[in-house]
């Protein structure tokens, strides 16, 4: 056979391996757990949602935190990260007009050295939310809108499954056509990173959690020296599980139904640099890292239809036949996630094309950190961030 042969039919393993022995990441059904029955007693819960110039999306997302339907004492800080378009003042109007939860609005200044924005941002909101003596804490993002029963069921989850970090991942906007293409393989490639199967296991094989929903036991918070401890991180949300997962604390992560980003991403460079700014610190700004994923991708997602075109046009048939089934298996893994987006599933097959893309983001973001911008965000540059420790 030929090298192309044998390096296509490498290709196909990795797809076997990937569909049976990566904990099944491509289904879509790890949903939060059913409820064990309402608590006798319904725990009090502040909502912390850290927002840095979110005034135009505050409108659709502020109504529906203070408008959860919650049999218990709760309520809403929002902590003002130093915007300049209005934000503070913004939730304020939001709150007076809709009513609902009781929301406090605080702006704790600048970061100190060796916090990350958002991060800092929280660790003000937390120590607010401390004095109030609540069981729970729900960290969510501004850009986040919640149904009305939210809420409830995430505290019926964590109470009834006795679980410390309950994390539902966002539905992600999904409307432009750059967003088809890449959004739903953002949340694709990070099931196969982080299988939520072996995240939700009694001994987890994987710890992860997703930012922009995230129900938190005040308790194990404390115990787990969260924020502080991962005050440096970019990558905040699996840091924090991370640190959870050390202070002894069950984690779950799961897709959601009812909780869903407002942001939109309508052009390439929206999402090119919500990917960029994180990717490179996910491989802990590690040169040999960034080689073996650039090389894994190509195997992965490229060769498979590369082998299968070269394979036709030069009557290999071991080559297009293997290049041919894995590319078929790679589309199928795919097609739950696009279901659950609800996208068309002659998307399936692009997902060599958004692998490219993917990588091209990653490359830059290790361009721009060793060009000394790091990991931008809003205005902010964080020159050397640190990526999610492992311990």
Known sequence: ????????????????????????????????????????????????????????????????????????????????????????????????????????????GEPEPGWTGKLWALRHGMALARARGPEFLLLTDADIAHEPDSLRLLVEAAAGHRLDLVSQMARLRVASGWERLIVPAFVYFFCQLYPFRWINRRRPRATAAAGGCVLLRA???????????????????????????????????GLADRVDSIRPYPRLADLWRMVARSAYAQLRHNLALLAGTVAGLVLVYLVPPGALVAGLLTGDAPAAWAGGLAWAVMAGTYLPMLRYYRQPPWLAPLLPLTAVLYLLMTVDSAVQHYRGRGAAWKGRTYARPEAAPDR
Do not use: K, N
């Open 1 to 108: 056979m030929s090298p192309l042969a044998w390096i296509a039919i490498a290709a196909l393993a990795v797809w076997g391996w990937l569909l049976l022995g990566q904990g099944f990441f491509w289904r879509t059904d790890q949903r939060l757990p059913a409820p064990a029955g309402a608590p006798a007693r319904w725990p009090g819960v502040v909502v912390v949602v850290p927002a840095r110039d979110e005034a135009a999306v505050l409108p659709l997302s502020l109504p529906s935190l203070l408008a959860q339907d919650y049999p218990g004492p709760a309520e809403v800080i929002l902590v003002d990260d130093g915007s300049t378009d209005g934000t503070g003042e913004r939730a304020a109007e939001l709150a007076a007009c809709h009513g609902g939860l009781p929301l406090t609005v605080v702006s704790p």
């Open 219 to 253: 308790e194990t918070a404390e115990r787990a020296g969260v924020p502080a401890a991962i005050r440096q991180a970019v990558i905040d949300d699996v840091s924090l599980a991370r640190a959870v997962r050390r202070a002894g604390g069950r984690v779950w992560l």
